[in-house]
């Protein structure tokens, strides 16, 4: 995938390590970033948190946090690149929380959270679509937001 090259290789030229916490997409964003040649030199560590304990337990995601807002919510995001962030000691950090299908009352409604240095941005998106769909767009969302600042310097 193009826009995932153009994240690893400014990643590369700007000499910066990144780390991803993935909830609904599964691994998808990593996947598609380990896909292209040289990743290792930039991406050296991503957690899969699919259930609210795994969220506490590897990223501590404060219980209280999980049960005040839901697992789907802009504090369980900032929570969740906190502890990645926290672990990884990455320059660039992203986290995904949301529903891709299940629970029709929030389907599609997806938070990202997207932090380069100490610049921190939370997104609610609303997504339509088949599970794969949803999960889809979040990755290109994530890519495409990436670069951006990336490119340019945020």
Do not use: W
């Amino acid at each position: 995938m193009k826009k995932a090259q153009e994240v690893v290789s400014l990643l590369r030229e700007k000499k910066l390590k990144m780390t991803i916490a993935e909830s609904m997409t599964g691994g998808l964003i990593a996947k598609t970033l380990t896909d292209v040649p040289g990743a290792s030199h930039v991406f050296e560590y991503g957690f899969i948190t699919y259930s609210d304990n795994a969220k506490h337990k590897i990223l501590n995601v404060p219980k209280k946090v999980l049960q005040k807002y839901s697992a789907v919510s802009k504090e369980t995001v900032a929570s969740m690149l906190e502890g990645a962030k926290h672990k990884s000691n990455a320059h660039v950090a992203v986290a995904v929380v949301g529903n891709a299908g299940g629970f029709k009352k929030k389907k599609g409604s997806i938070f990202i959270g997207i932090q380069v240095h100490n610049t921190l941005e939370i997104f609610k998106k609303g997504f339509f679509g088949t599970r794969k769909e949803i999960r889809k767009q979040t990755l290109n969302f994530v890519l495409e937001t990436l670069l951006e600042k990336l490119k340019n310097g945020r």
